[in-house]
Nanobody, 123 residues
Framework: VQLQASGGGLVQAGGSLRLSCAAS????????MGWFRQAPGKEREFVAA????????DYARSLKGRFTISRDNTKNTVDLQMISLKPEDMAVYYC?????????????????WGQGTQVTVSS
């Protein structure tokens, strides 16, 4: 599976962005998907995950309510809608795919990683 994240950019605090991750391969619908982020000088952290059918979602506690993960198995995409962005949301955002049907915040659950897309939030 190859993953290509897009949609990052510069946004003012309080604004919104929608990230998208396009996956190659016919088995996309059998993978759980996740988003992670890494800010400069910090460890990569979990953002959100969605199960293979989209029926189960999981979020980092601090982000729930502002971020929404969704997927379209007909288009092989998984999106991350982000609202009310804060300067501390600034990071490189990565999408990841796991062969398990349901995944959570642990990086070892994910087998494939995209290259990341930069989100910059100005105050």
């Amino acid at each position: 599976v190859q993953l290509q994240a897009s949609g990052g950019g510069l946004v003012q605090a309080g604004g919104s962005l929608r990230l998208s991750c396009a996956a190659s391969g016919r088995t996309f619908s059998s993978y759980a998907m996740g988003w992670f982020r890494q800010a400069p000088g910090k460890e990569r952290e979990f953002v959100a995950a969605i199960s293979w059918t989209g029926g189960i979602t999981d979020y980092a506690r601090s982000l729930k309510g502002r971020f929404t993960i969704s997927r379209d198995n007909t288009k092989n995409t998984v999106d991350l809608q982000m609202i009310s962005l804060k300067p501390e949301d600034m990071a490189v955002y990565y999408c990841a795919a796991g062969r398990k049907r349901v995944t959570g915040p642990e990086e070892y659950d994910y087998d494939y990683w995209g290259q990341g897309t930069q989100v910059t939030v100005s105050s």
